[in-house]
Every structure is written in structure tokens, then in C-alpha cells.
């Protein structure tokens, strides 16, 4: 009986434990499924460690730029909106005899040049003066720088004759006015006007393929080749590699140097690799293996 007890006990501390931990699940663990967006929308890649989480003895670490990555999504899309066909039935038309004008009236303007002539005219050359002369007169003086006695003369005016031309007719300006001009000719003149036939025409579906961020960049460590475990003779695999992908390393010399690292980093954003550092990833990318 006191084992039958005990075993009841038991059973009834196990259903209460388990009672109490199904009482405790938090609500937002049993929540109804949701639909399915059209494009998934950005997410946080596991990044952020203090420490390298999983480093081993030998190896280096570096925290690296981890890229955002993307993903190509189809979707079917709208290529050419519902429309109509539009036929347009012709208008009939028919030829009749219709006067015309062909040449509007006008006027012309007829210009009667000028007539000249020739005038003689007398103009003054030099005006009458008087003026001192040697020799002797009603008004005389001496001139004490020569001794000569000179007498004051009136000088008359001079005149000259000149010939210019002049107008005897000046130009004028006659209106003419131009009738105008008729000509019976034919034309077409529409008797039945055109028609339109519409025809629906339903839209047009194509599908369209994008490129969508599903995570964003962050950053994280990564296994890298350091002073540890890098050797010339990697390097050097490394340059030939960067050359046959079409990237400058500088000279190959298994040097790792400002060259071949900006030829790196130039690959890995080509590549969409983690940046900044030689990683294995960039290797195995480059077909070069590390060991």
C-alpha cells in the first residue's frame, strides 16, 4: 500500500510539471501562418560576434565587411494595358465643278525715279580786306624792321563759279491695283462621312525578373590569410589567379603588397565576396587552394 502511494505521488508531481510548462509557453509561439509576401524583405545576417565563435589554434581571424546579398525573383506583370482596335470605314466623296480664286487682288507700286539737272552757282571765295603793302597812300605807316613804308589796301572779295546738280523732278510712287484672278476648276467633296468599327483587345501579361535584397551587410570574422599562414609561394598563386580573372596585381613576385591587396578587394566586390581581407572564401572563389 505505502508503494502504491508513493507511485501516486509521483504521477501526480509529473502531471503538474508538465501542466505548469505548457501553462508558461509564451503566446507568440502559437501564431496562425502568415501569407506569403511577394518579395522577401531584408533581414540581419548573423553577425555582430565579440569573439571569433568558432576559432581554431593556427588560424587568423579578421572582422570583414560581409556584403548584402540578393536573390532573383520572378513575378508575371502587366506588359500592354486593355485596348481597342480601331478600323476606320472611308467617306465616299464625289468630283464637282467649284470656282476658285487663284490669284488674290493686289496692288503694285511703280516707282518714278528722280530727274536731275545742272545749276551754275557763284560762291564767295574770299571775303573783301584790307591789308598793309608797300608804297604810298592815304593811310601809310613804317615798318621799322625793314624801313619800308607801307600803305593800308581794301582788298575786294573773290567769288568763283561752280556747276553742281540739282533735282528738277522728284521721285514718285504710283499705286497700280491688280484684280483678282478666278478659275473653275474640280474638286472632291465628301457626300458620306467616314465610320468607325472598335474591336476589344484584352491586356497583355509578360514576366519580369528582379534582383531583391533579402539581407543586408554586416560585420563578422572570418578565417583570413595572415603573416601566420601566408607563404610567397600563395601569394604568388593568388597574382596568377587575379591576372587570369582579369585583375592587376602588380608585379607577380609573391609579395602581398598595396597592388595585389587593391586587386583583392577590386575581385571581391566584383564577386560580391566579404571585403578588406584575404579570406578563404576569395581563394576557393580564385580556384586556389590554401594548403
Not at 230 to 242: D, F, G, H, N, R
Request: hydrophobic share 35%.
Amino acid at each position: 500500500m505505502e508503494t502504491r502511494r508513493w507511485i501516486g505521488l509521483g504521477l501526480l508531481v509529473i502531471f503538474a510539471v508538465a501542466f505548469v510548462g505548457c501553462a508558461c509557453l509564451p503566446k507568440k509561439d502559437i501564431v496562425a501562418p502568415k501569407a506569403a509576401a511577394p518579395a522577401p524583405a531584408p533581414v540581419k545576417q548573423q553577425c555582430g560576434n565579440i569573439i571569433p565563435p568558432t576559432a581554431k589554434a593556427g588560424e587568423c581571424y579578421a572582422q570583414i565587411l560581409i556584403p548584402e546579398r540578393y536573390q532573383t525573383t520572378t513575378e508575371r506583370v502587366l506588359t500592354r494595358q486593355a485596348s481597342e482596335k480601331v478600323e476606320v470605314i472611308p467617306a465616299k466623296y464625289e468630283t464637282v465643278e467649284q470656282k476658285v480664286a487663284v490669284r488674290e487682288a493686289s496692288k503694285r507700286f511703280e516707282e518714278t525715279p528722280a530727274e536731275y539737272g545742272w545749276a551754275e552757282e557763284k560762291i564767295l571765295v574770299e571775303a573783301a580786306h584790307s591789308e598793309w603793302r608797300k608804297g604810298r597812300g592815304i593811310i601809310e605807316k613804317v615798318d621799322h624792321t625793314t624801313g619800308d613804308i607801307m600803305c593800308l589796301v581794301e582788298v575786294p572779295a573773290r567769288y568763283e563759279t561752280v556747276r553742281r546738280q540739282v533735282v528738277t523732278k522728284p521721285a514718285s510712287v504710283r499705286v497700280v491695283e491688280i484684280p483678282a484672278e478666278y478659275q473653275t476648276i474640280k474638286v472632291t467633296k465628301m457626300v458620306s462621312p467616314p465610320q468607325e468599327k472598335r474591336t476589344p483587345i484584352p491586356e497583355e501579361y509578360g514576366t519580369v525578373t528582379r534582383r531583391v535584397k533579402v539581407a543586408d551587410s554586416c560585420w563578422d570574422w572570418r578565417p583570413v590569410l595572415c603573416e601566420t599562414n601566408m607563404s610567397p609561394e600563395l601569394i604568388t598563386k593568388v597574382q596568377q589567379a587575379l591576372v587570369k580573372a582579369g585583375f592587376n596585381p602588380g608585379p607577380i613576385d609573391g609579395t602581398y603588397g598595396s597592388d595585389t591587396r587593391g586587386a583583392v578587394v577590386a575581385y571581391q566586390k566584383a564577386k560580391g565576396l566579404a571585403e578588406g581581407q584575404l579570406t578563404y572564401e576569395t581563394l576557393e572563389s580564385l580556384g586556389v587552394k590554401a594548403k
